[in-house]
């Protein structure tokens, strides 16, 4: 009995190279290309709504690139998938320490489908959670540069740089963004370990906040402090804190 249909949905913002994905697969047996995706956004709902066994993901994309599809499935979520890329050394080294594949662009046919059938082996002899533990893993190392905000039926994203400070608030966190509000269904704590170390740093149990928003720091009671930050915002920092916000911006 022949194996069962490979669902692949196909995801990259170039026509040519969705084009080049279908060419090169024509003749490999039991793949059926279930869909295909220009950006991140309509991979998503892609994703949710066609349940592939397999993502063919672009890497760089406008909008949301791979890693926004991955973290708003979430990596525990996410099917198989094999990264289509022309990042440098640095980042596929990052893809080979969590045994995740990917093909570089341009690729060659023959690298496709050897991606492929490796993905189909990976799917066959899969380990519960494996695959979400090596995707977490794999976002883990790169720091978040924006956070995807659901606004009714749209997502729009919100750059991290533009993030003034970030509050606990439950099961949720709440991004302050000059003006602009956001709550988002995430533990600060997951979201600290995503930012970029040398920009976000706790001040207090419920609050992070971005150093170079800090416009300067008051002496509070007990020790604490006060950071006051470009637009007026002020935010509590224990005494423990203070440390690391001096070290910081000195």
Known sequence: MAEPDLRLLIVDDEPLARDCVRLALADEPGVAVAGECGDGAS?????????????????????????SVIEQIGADQMPEV????????????????????????????????AAIRGARKRIRDARDGELGRRLGALLRERPMRRFAVRSE?????????????????????????????????????SVLERLDPDVFVQVHRSAVVNLEKVRELQAWFSGDYIAVLDNGEKVRVSRTRAPLVLKATS
Do not use: C
Not at 83 to 101: G, H, I, K, S
């Open 43 to 67: 991979a998503v709902e892609a994703i949710r709504r066609l349940r592939p066994d397999l993502v063919l993901l672009d890497v760089q994309m406008p909008e949301a690139d791979g890693f």
């Open 82 to 113: 094999v990264f289509v890329t022309a990042y440098d050394r640095y980042a596929v080294r990052a893809f080979e320490a969590q045994a995740l594949d990917y093909v570089l662009k341009p690729f060659d046919n023959e690298r496709l489908r």
């Open 153 to 189: 039926d749209r997502i729009h994203f919100v750059a991290a740089a533009e993030v003034d400070w970030i509050e606990a608030d439950g099961n949720y966190v709440v991004l302050h963004a000059g003006a602009a509000r956001h709550q988002l269904r995430l533990s600060l704590r």
